[in-house]
């Protein structure tokens, strides 16, 4: 985390922890002032034309696939690219040992099973070959 986190946010460098304060402070209140905004279109579509929240807000679980979240969150575009090429076995171990993770993320909700669920999930086209013994079998070729 002390990497990484830096790594992909440059505001949230622990070796300047008090600007490191603001900009979480700073990036909070924006994230609290869409939200509210999106709520409110949300309720004004719902009043007007009877349109539901749909997923993920009517959702009681959500995750990210093992993959998506090792690509986007811990190694980026480019990294992965190159990880899924040089050693695919280590991506495919990594992606079980997230999905732990992943899973208990899903089942955080107010119901021990959530009774509708949303899986946020992007393949990206360029991975010609598929991840030797992992799930999908999902490949390009």
Known sequence: MERVIPRQYKALDL???IDMAFSLAISLMGY???FGVSGNIINRLTEK???GPG???????FTEAPFDFLADQLRGF???SMDVRRMPDKVAEACDAL???SKKAC????WSIPQSFYLYIC?????KKTLPGYGGQVSSE
């Open 15 to 17: 070796s300047n922890p």
């Open 32 to 34: 609290e002032h869409n």
């Open 49 to 51: 034309y009877s349109y």
């Open 55 to 61: 997923v993920p807000p009517s959702a009681n679980g």
């Open 78 to 80: 480019k990294e992965i």
């Open 99 to 101: 999905y732990p993770i």
């Open 107 to 110: 089942l955080q909700s107010q």
């Open 123 to 127: 393949l990206p086209l360029c991975v």
